[in-house]
């Protein structure tokens, strides 16, 4: 088993996964990303589903991350607790095999507050590793459950989660909002006016109701409603994450239809935003990560 000729990078989510081949300096030579999440597996079905990724980028030793390593995935990686850096992850890695290891996740418990988070914490070492963001300010990672993070000395040291992404999906598919909110969520002046207004008021569940009652009233339109709900709920997440103390600039990294809605969010509250491919973090993180096995 040689890492330094090239691995399989693997970011393997709840319902989708991506498999990168890399070469020994951490160049990106093949790829591909499907469905095939590690809620679609069957309990016995991972040995199977490895060699078929093995069948398409090549017979190289892998390191895994994400849901793999939850209790639902192939073999559960305890968390590491923060603060946790490149070195506390690559010495707390499951082998499954000689050939197999899945990075663990990272925990926070302090102050009777309980947090965890299960493949963000390689996008954002990542962005540490690759130079993109210094150790140590803050961080914000959107997605179906966003997390703010305070980065300190190279390493994670405190976060917090918030169901936004989770939050809107359930309004959409199962609230009395469902019906205006199947449009497209654009980052123009009615999402951006409901993002300042949810920074500057702590009424979000009132205020949400208000999305039917202003196109009832007709003084919102109906195809502006998504973006209005994705403002309030957005903007309220930022009132969180700026509740703790930050330097001027917030890292916001991720995919780039979400970094986007959050970076114009944060700006709304006069703050700095700057975005990052999570994409792009997650390679430089994995690589950084295999470079010390």
Request: glycine content about 12%; some cysteine.
């Amino acid at each position: 088993m040689r890492w330094s000729e090239g691995f399989i990078a693997i970011d393997w989510g709840t319902t989708n996964r991506r498999a990168y081949c890399l070469d020994g300096e951490g160049r990106r030579v093949d790829e591909f990303e499907d469905a095939k999440g590690v809620l679609s597996v069957p309990a016995d079905g991972f040995p199977a589903a490895v060699a078929e990724i093995r069948q398409r980028l090549g017979d190289y030793p892998m390191l895994l991350a994400g849901m793999i390593g939850s209790n639902r995935g192939w073999r559960e990686a305890p968390y590491v607790p923060a603060p946790a850096g490149f070195d506390d992850l690559a010495g707390a890695l499951v082998w499954v095999g000689e050939r197999e290891a899945i990075v663990p996740g990272v925990s926070y418990l302090e102050n009777g507050r309980a947090d965890v988070m299960r493949g963000e914490e390689v996008q954002l070492l990542g962005a540490i590793g690759n130079g993109s963001i210094g150790g140590d300010g803050m961080a914000c990672h959107p997605g179906t459950h966003n997390k703010w993070v305070t980065l300190r000395g190279g390493k994670i040291d405190s976060f917090r989660t918030v169901m936004t992404g989770e939050l809107f999906s359930l309004l959409k598919e199962h609230s009395i909002l469902s019906d205006l909110l199947q449009g497209e969520v654009d980052v123009n002046d009615v999402f951006r006016e409901a993002a300042r207004h949810a920074i500057d008021n702590e009424s979000l569940p009132a205020d949400l109701f208000s999305v039917r009652a202003r196109v009832l009233l007709g003084v919102g339109r109906k195809e502006d409603a998504a973006s209005y709900a994705s403002g309030l709920l957005i903007g309220a997440d930022v009132r969180v994450g700026l509740s703790y103390p930050t330097g001027a600039q917030i890292s916001v990294i991720g995919r780039p239809d979400l970094t986007r809605l959050y970076a114009v969010a944060v700006r709304e509250a006069s703050r700095d935003a700057k975005e990052l491919d999570g994409e792009v973090c997650f390679l430089a993180g994995i690589h950084e990560i295999a470079k010390r096995i």
